[in-house]
């Protein structure tokens, strides 16, 4: 499968911005689709996860509550509605698709990920 991200720009504190992730190629052959972030000298963090099977979600807790993973299955579309944006938020976000795994929580870590997007900046002014 093949990622494309879009969306991030120059958003100001408290605003809002929408991530969209286009798959094409074969995104049913993933379970898993998920968001995650880089900022300058760190290391990539788990942002939100969906599947491909059904409606569940999961959030790391510092976006919970302001972010909102959601996927389009009849464009393979994986968005991120990000709200209440914070400076901390400045990152690239990358959008990612891998297999089912079943250890608690192994949604979040990158190793699980075979796909990834090129990544799209959101910056967000102190």
């Known amino acids: 499968v093949q990622l494309q991200a879009s969306g991030g720009g120059l958003v100001q504190a408290g605003g809002s911005v929408r991530l969209s992730c286009a798959a094409s190629?074969?995104?049913?052959?993933?379970?898993?689709m998920a968001w995650f972030r880089q900022a300058p000298e760190k290391e990539r963090e788990f942002v939100a996860a969906a599947t491909t099977v059904n409606s569940n979600t999961w959030y790391a807790d510092s976006v919970k509550g302001r972010f909102t993973v959601s996927r389009d299955k009849l464009n393979d579309i994986l968005y991120l509605q990000m709200n209440s944006l914070k400076p901390e938020d400045t990152a690239v976000y990358y959008c990612a698709a891998g297999p089912y795994c079943a250890p608690y929580r192994c949604y979040a870590a990158t190793t699980r990920y075979t796909a990834w997007g090129q990544g799209t900046l959101v910056t967000v002014p102190a």
């Open positions: 190629g074969r995104p049913s052959d993933y379970f898993y």
